[in-house]
């Protein structure tokens, strides 16, 4: 296959950071996506409708003339969320959900969650309101070893969460483990998970083996090979509670290459293809419109995408660097050769 043409797709999760960074990440998203979900782990963080608001004028004054796409904004929860902003948000189409942070587990999570039970009466408000619950799947405890946070956040948080709750929609942001895919698969239809690409292509020796490589250090942070399967298995199954988040993070280049690195990849300047990589090494190209495009649209209720993207296979090298700011930011494989572009809109 030397061309494939697809619905426009949607990214379920993406970082956009604030400020004068917009002008250099918006553009790569809003080249490929209609619309994104925009995580509020800003400094402060986007805690309320109004805050919300304004961050998204932001964004789309960076938005390149000609351009259309859509930010979906997702508010932070935190001890102190008040059950009528719940009430307020469900009212604003602008709003897609809250995002769950557990204080302490990822990049600007400091001001998230610390008592999970606590937060019982605003899940019941969103539940109530029909207002989606997406969720950073990792305990913070520093007894837990990192790669085992996502299963004991599972086994500890999230499944007693999803037996209390029956009616509230839940997104496994990111999952990356058997487990976590395992237990998306069992659960109901009003429980769905995210996925990137870079947990879909790479294991944990991507990050660590012959040298650190910190442009693949994210939270939660790579796996082991048997994990990486299974996510590979959920995304190409066809399954509707698998669809595309590419939590593309971008950091500035001193502070990823550091003695203590900020975690994120920067997959937003090749995120399709770095999908379509993925998908074709499974020997499904053929299911990664539905993956993209459809699954993610349908569990939020929002209607698919009209307009049509192009990709073809066209070998072209990553850039080895990208203006991020008046820094620059490191894209994920940069300098290297991806198989498959995007040549635009249909
Ligand atoms: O790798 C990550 N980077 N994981 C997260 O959860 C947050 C993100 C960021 O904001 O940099
Ligand atoms: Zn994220």
């Given at each position: 296959m030397q061309r494939l043409s697809l619905t426009r797709p949607d990214d379920w999760h993406l970082h956009l950071r604030d400020g004068a960074v917009l002008h250099d990440a918006v553009p790569h998203s809003a080249r490929q996506f209609a619309r994104a979900a925009i995580?509020?782990?800003?400094?402060?963080?986007?805690?309320?409708v109004a805050d919300a608001l304004g961050y998204r004028a932001r964004i789309l004054a960076a938005l390149p003339a000609g351009l259309a796409f859509e930010p979906l904004m997702v508010l932070y929860l935190t001890d102190g969320t008040a059950v009528e902003e719940i009430r307020r948000a469900a009212e604003e189409p602008r709003v897609l959900g809250w995002k769950l942070y557990p204080?302490?587990?990822?990049?600007?999570?400091?001001?998230?969650?610390?008592d999970l039970a606590r937060l019982y009466p605003v899940l019941a408000a969103m539940e109530r309101h029909g207002v989606p619950l997406l969720v950073?799947?990792?305990?913070?405890?520093?007894?837990?070893d990192i790669f085992d946070r996502e299963k004991v956040f599972v086994d500890r948080h999230l499944s007693p969460m999803v037996a209390h709750f029956p009616e509230l929609r839940i997104v496994l942001e990111h999952v990356t483990t058997r487990e976590g895919v395992q237990f998306v698969w069992d659960s109901g239809p009003r429980i769905a998970a995210t996925l990137t690409a870079h947990h879909l292509l790479y294991n944990r020796n991507a990050l660590l083996?012959?040298?650190?490589?910190?442009?693949?250090?994210?939270?939660?942070v790579l796996k082991r090979e048997h994990h990486r399967q299974a996510l590979l298995e959920a995304a190409t199954s066809?399954?509707?509670k698998f669809f595309l988040g590419t939590d593309s993070a971008p950091h500035p280049r001193r502070q990823k290459e550091s003695a203590v690195g900020c975690a994120?990849?920067?997959?937003?300047?090749a995120a399709l293809e770095l999908y379509a990589a993925a998908f074709e090494a499974a020997g499904a190209?053929?299911?990664?419109e539905a993956f993209a495009s459809f699954h993610g649209a349908d569990f939020y209720g929002l209607p698919r995408n009209r307009e049509r993207i192009v990709m073809e296979r066209r070998p072209w090298s990553v850039p080895e660097r990208l203006p991020f700011g008046d820094q620059e930011a490191i894209p994920l494989l940069a300098g290297q050769t991806l198989e498959w572009r995007c040549a635009g809109m249909a």
């Open positions: 995580m509020p782990n800003l400094q402060p963080p986007v805690t309320t204080a302490g587990a990822t990049t600007h999570s400091a001001a998230g969650v610390r950073h799947g990792e305990v913070a405890d520093p007894g837990v083996a012959g040298g650190v490589r910190p442009h693949f250090y994210c939270l939660p066809g399954n509707p994120g990849c920067y997959t937003a300047p190209l053929d299911r990664l």
